[in-house]
């Protein structure tokens, strides 16, 4: 059971260089969401996709964007990297609803130099 | 806003010590709570889940009560073990204006069991 599959799981960018974060779902879920994780921080959500086709601005979105390629991808751009998105990002999956589960793929650890 | 506080770790015990970590959180209505766990180099998985006051979420030995009056969803478990070291997170689901399912989490906290 392949679950929430990120690519790559780790990266160095050079401050101004561009990369995409892949992210793939094989759950059939309709909502996918992007985080970052900060030391002392917890996760905090970038944005997110309730469904196939829209997208919304979470509370740390500046400097980010994203596309729902279809219900099973969700990809984050940084366009022009800065060290402060040094961080580590999590995709993650679930079905609509307030009490299921989100599914986690195993994090992309980025370093922005 | 919708926030969550948990205790600062680190937590050091020693294996088949009890475990408490504290979560409290602000929310407007009724969220669902969550505790995550993350192991060294994994993503988060759910541990366990209370949707509604007084619920009690179990899972592994670990148990956690949804305390409405004194807003709190605090992590126990009985006798700790090595394999229990890890990163935890108390989480909220953020109702907003539709059920997105979105998650408000606490800081983490990081504890170590040693033999």
């Known amino acids: 059971n392949a679950g929430v599959t990120q690519t790559p799981k780790f990266q160095v960018l050079k401050t101004g260089q561009s990369m995409t974060l892949q992210c793939a779902q094989d759950m059939n879920h309709n909502s996918m969401y992007w985080y970052r994780q900060d030391p002392g921080m917890g996760l905090r959500l970038i944005y997110y996709?309730?469904?196939?086709?829209?997208?919304d601005k979470g509370e740390v979105p500046n400097g980010y964007n994203v596309s729902r390629l279809n219900k099973r991808e969700f990809s984050l751009r940084l366009e022009s990297a800065a060290p402060s998105q040094t961080s580590v990002y999590f995709c993650a999956s679930s079905d609509r609803g307030l009490n299921t589960e989100a599914f986690f793929g195993q994090g992309t650890r980025l370093t922005v130099v | 806003g919708n926030s969550v506080t948990q205790m600062e770790g680190p937590v050091t015990l020693s294996e088949e010590a009890f475990l408490t970590i504290n979560c409290t959180y602000t929310a407007t209505g009724y969220p669902s709570l969550f505790w995550y766990v993350q192991y060294p180099g994994e993503g988060l998985q759910l541990l366990l889940k209370a949707t509604k006051a007084d619920d009690k979420g179990s899972n592994k030995g670990f148990e956690a009560t949804y305390r409405k009056e004194t807003t709190s969803f605090h992590l126990e478990k009985g006798s700790v073990q090595v394999s229990d070291s890890a990163v935890y997170f108390c989480?909220?689901?953020?109702?907003?204006?539709?059920?997105?399912?979105?998650?408000?989490f606490g800081q983490g906290t990081t504890l170590q069991v040693k033999p």
């Open positions: 996709s309730a469904s196939e086709g829209t997208t």
């Open positions: 989480a909220l689901s953020d109702h907003g204006s539709s059920n997105t399912g979105k998650l408000i």
